[in-house]
Nanobody
Framework: QVQLVESGGGLVQAGGSLRLSCVVS????????MGWFRQAPGPEREFVAA????????YYVDSVKGRFAISRDNTKNTVTLQMNSLKPEDTAVYYC?????????????????WGQGTQVTVSS
């Protein structure tokens, strides 16, 4: 069974930084296309970033380009989201997700496995 565990969330002032990590267990990590999503209060989960199997391709939502960076370490089964210049509108629960057959990285339906989420709160 595949498990994803996020860590690194917390409370930070606007302009600050946080680093989220997601450790994947259960199957070969390098076989998964990895993504980060977030969900503010409400029904929709928003795509944030994704990274290809070998880490050569990265995708971002426009609102985080230039501020967030996704990376992965296939030797440590870990994907990381470095978040800089945080804004109050970045406040959300952040979820890590894994896809074994990547179709469209920005769609939640693409992903097979999800973590439990980690809260990020940015104060103004």
């Amino acid at each position: 069974q595949v498990q994803l565990v996020e860590s690194g969330g917390g409370l930070v002032q606007a302009g600050g930084s946080l680093r989220l990590s997601c450790v994947v267990s259960g199957r070969s990590f390098s076989s998964y296309f990895m993504g980060w999503f977030r969900q503010a209060p409400g029904p929709e989960r928003e795509f944030v970033a994704a990274i290809s199997w070998g880490g050569m391709r990265a995708y971002y939502v426009d609102s985080v380009k230039g501020r967030f960076a996704i990376s992965r370490d296939n030797t440590k089964n870990t994907v990381t989201l470095q978040m800089n210049s945080l804004k109050p509108e970045d406040t959300a629960v952040y979820y890590c997700a894994a896809s074994s057959t990547m179709a469209e990285p920005r769609m939640t339906s693409t992903y097979d496995y999800w973590g439990q989420g980690t809260q990020v709160t940015v104060s103004s």
